[in-house]
């Protein structure tokens, strides 16, 4: 199952379907289940004509979402809000039996080869990495990390000197503009689930005894503590369309991948 809970504008929320449309299979029986959470009459036509086109997508509006905030306050509470959203996507994965969940961001544009590929690695949770200039001006940064909420350093390096954390952060992320599948501490926005895992427990609800902010970051820290390991691979990076602006690089990333089909085939 690919899931997602769709809270982008229309131009971004059209190039997202699109890469979920172009997603190959490789014989797996692929569904969807969307979950609306925009605000838009032209989000909602664009999901009900996706969702035409495939009889194995569904698409839920997001009603309220239900989160426990006794641990964090009113101000996170949009975060977890939508990590109750999230949550309710792997509740829909183990009720339909599937026996994966790709959760995506709706802000991605994803390769076609990407679900197949993740899923040739065997891994229980493995995400696919993607770059993102957080501040305009300044060096794009991955979706994964390494401990704590956004460290690039081993988390036996905390009491290391600002140098070395730095050489090992860069180090790192060196290594994860190879490609390749390495192993991390942290995992974000585009991530599949095996469905051991997700019957293990692994969930987006707040940890009582962790303050780190981000449903992610707790969603990892409970992965690892149930025994899982998690994984980022490199060798399909979805684009990333953090803001309005950044739909002007869909089109050169759509070409490439026809490029690419056609070497293929040729």
Known sequence: MV???VHREPVVLSQFLSGLRSLERDGAELSFYLIDDTAEAACGQLLDRFASCDERCEVEPAGSGTADLSQHGAADRDIWRGAALK???ITKALETGSTHLLLV?????VPPPLLAHL???KKAIVAEVFWTEWQLGQLPLPSVWLCDEYAFYPAGMAFASPEDK???SEAFLAQLR??????VGGVSACTLMSRAALEAGVAFRPLENVSTRGDDRHFCV???A???ELWADTHFPPLHLYREADVGAAEHFWSRWSRDRVLASS
Request: net charge positive; aromatic share 6%.
């Open 119 to 121: 899923l040739s690695l």
């Open 178 to 183: 190879t490609a390749g599948t390495f192993r």
């Open 226 to 228: 149930l025994g899982f």
């Open 166 to 168: 730095m050489a090992a």
């Open 87 to 89: 949550n309710t996507l």
């Open 222 to 224: 409970r992965a690892a």
């Open 3 to 5: 899931g997602s809970v």
């Open 105 to 109: 961001d709706s802000g991605l544009l």
